[in-house]
Each structure stands twice: as structure tokens, then as C-alpha cells.
């Protein structure tokens, strides 16, 4: 097991340590990424943080154009710390490339940064606990546009939103008093299962780049 060094707090249910629930009470602006993701691995904002073997912040450069938020972390990305390297990882690399995506210029993150048990969905008490983090990401990153991978972040922007209805065009939302674009897509494990989404997915990255060009 990869467990990040996180220092003085309690990190996640293999930490010998005491677990205090609901800290902190409110997230703190943050100067920089790295102090984001400091006081990030020490939330105990919600339940999920009982069951998780870490935080998984989002990577990625400080500063980008684009931004994909997923769900939350799965199994693997609970271990080594870092979204989406399973299997779903996988495919979205190879979707963003074959649509001519720029990796470089993508931050990769999730509305909820601490597994489901049992890769269930994150509740929406969960999502509300994990809320806060996410709008400091996209405060600090400042993307130009944000893709949604799935349901959970695309309701998590557009309430009630339908991803058969919305995906692959263009929504425009406001961040931070900041104009932003949203373009949402089907998440990569839907494409598991389901292999007749991923030419829509190929599509829908082919106009993100069309975005980021005009
Ligand atoms: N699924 C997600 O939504 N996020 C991850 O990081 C991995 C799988």
C-alpha cells in the first residue's frame, strides 16, 4: 500500500492515530495547490474519510486550461493516492488522445476526494462535505473549460441535468466570478460497460479541443 506522507494528522483507516470527525469545520482558502491538498489529507468532513486509505487530490498543473472532474476515487486510485489510473483511467487517456486532447494541459480531479465503500456513488451529504475542496481547486486552477465525467458531476454543476441530453455540448456556468465553460461527457467506466459510448466520448473531447481552439 501507498499511503502519502501527510504529517501531523490523521490520514485514513490504516492510521494508528485518533480520528476527530468534522475537521475542518470550514475550508480555508488556500494560496496554492500544496496547501489545498495539505489540509485536504487531514478532512474529516464527512463518513467517507472513516473508510478510506487516503485523500485523493486532483493532479495536474497548477494552472490549466482544461479541468475533468469525476466521480469519486475507485479502489486503486484509494491506494496509490492519484485519480483515475484503474482501468477507467486507462481508457480516458486513450480518449482524450485520440481526440487530440493535450494531457499536459489537464487537471484531473473528483467532486468527492475520498472512495464510496464498495464504489458506490457519493451521497449528496458527501458531495455537499467535499464541496468546498472542489471550488478551491477550480478557484486555484482556473480552467477555461471543465468536463464533467458522468452524472454526479454534471448534477453536481447543472442540478437534474440529463447526460444522454447534454453531453458533448456546450454549458456555460460561473465560477468564482469567473466565466466558464462546462462541457460534459459520459464517465469512462459507463464506456466499460457499455462500448458504444466511446465514440461519443471521442466526439465530445474532439469538440473540447474545438473549444479550446476558438
Ligand atoms: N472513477 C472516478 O470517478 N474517479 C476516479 O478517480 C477513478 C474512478
Known amino acids: 500500500m501507498v499511503r502519502k506522507s501527510v504529517g501531523g494528522c490523521w490520514s485514513g483507516k490504516d492510521d494508528p492515530r485518533k480520528f476527530v470527525a468534522g475537521i475542518p469545520e470550514t475550508v480555508p482558502r488556500a494560496r496554492s495547490l500544496k496547501q489545498l491538498f495539505e489540509a485536504m489529507a487531514c478532512c474529516t468532513r ?38 483515475f489510473i484503474g482501468a477507467g483511467g486507462r481508457l480516458l487517456d486513450q480518449l ?15 467532486v468527492a476526494a475520498c472512495r464510496p465503500p464498495g464504489n458506490r456513488a457519493p451521497l449528496p451529504k458527501e458531495i455537499a462535505a467535499h ?4 471550488e478551491e481547486q477550480i478557484r486555484l486552477v482556473k480552467p477555461d473549460v471543465i468536463t464533467t465525467l458522468g452524472r454526479v458531476p454534471l448534477t453536481y454543476f447543472i442540478p437534474k441535468a440529463k447526460i444522454t441530453q447534454l453531453h458533448g455540448q456546450v454549458q456555460h456556468i460561473e465560477r ?6 462546462l462541457l460534459p461527457t459520459y464517465h469512462p467506466a459507463a464506456a466499460l460497460r457499455n462500448r458504444e459510448l466511446i465514440p461519443d466520448m471521442e466526439n465530445d473531447f474532439r469538440e473540447l479541443v474545438k473549444l479550446l481552439e476558438g
Open 131 to 134: 464541496a468546498p475542496w472542489l
Open 46 to 83: 464527512c463518513d467517507l474519510a472513516l473508510e478510506r486509505t487516503q485523500v485523493v487530490p486532483g493532479v495536474g498543473p497548477a494552472r490549466a486550461r482544461v479541468m475533468l472532474i469525476g466521480e469519486a476515487p475507485g479502489a486503486r486510485e484509494d491506494l496509490a493516492g492519484v485519480p
Open 176 to 181: 468564482d466570478g469567473r466565466a466558464t465553460l
Open 96 to 110: 482524450l488522445e485520440r481526440g487530440g486532447v493535450n494531457r499536459a494541459e489537464v487537471f484531473v480531479t473528483n
